[in-house]
Nanobody, 127 residues
Framework: EVQLVESGGGLVQAGGSLRLSCVAS????????IGWFRQAPGKEREGVSCISSSPGSTYYADSAKGRFTISRDNTKNTVYLQMNSLKPEDTAVYFC????????????????????WGQGTQVTVSS
């Protein structure tokens, strides 16, 4: 059974940091790209970052560039999203998702039709 479990969300003041984790199980982790998406109330889901199954290929939304860093530890089946200099507009539910053999193009957002999704973790940034 494919399972993705996010953690690390919470309430933080503007300018603060959070590190989200996405722990995967039930599939060959090394073969999968992992994406981080977020959805704020009343807004569409958007791709924030993505990391390919092959090291070195990542994507960041313009809103995340310079503030967020995605990384993966294949020995722990885990992808991290380090979020620094958080802003109130970063408030959303953050989801991780997995898709086999996907290339994360640095210039294009990941597709929204990833095959497997976690349940999400709430990030709230107060002003």
């Amino acid at each position: 059974e494919v399972q993705l479990v996010e953690s690390g969300g919470g309430l933080v003041q503007a300018g603060g940091s959070l590190r989200l984790s996405c722990v995967a199980s039930g599939f060959t982790f090394d073969d999968y790209a992992i994406g981080w998406f977020r959805q704020a109330p009343g807004k569409e889901r958007e791709g924030v970052s993505c990391i390919s199954s092959s090291p070195g290929s990542t994507y960041y939304a313009d809103s995340a560039k310079g503030r967020f860093t995605i990384s993966r530890d294949n020995t722990k089946n885990t992808v991290y999203l380090q979020m620094n200099s958080l802003k109130p507009e970063d408030t959303a539910v953050y989801f991780c998702a997995a898709e086999a053999y996907l290339f994360c193009n640095p210039n294009y957002p990941p597709p929204l039709d990833f095959g497997s999704w976690g349940q999400g973790t709430q990030v709230t940034v107060s002003s």
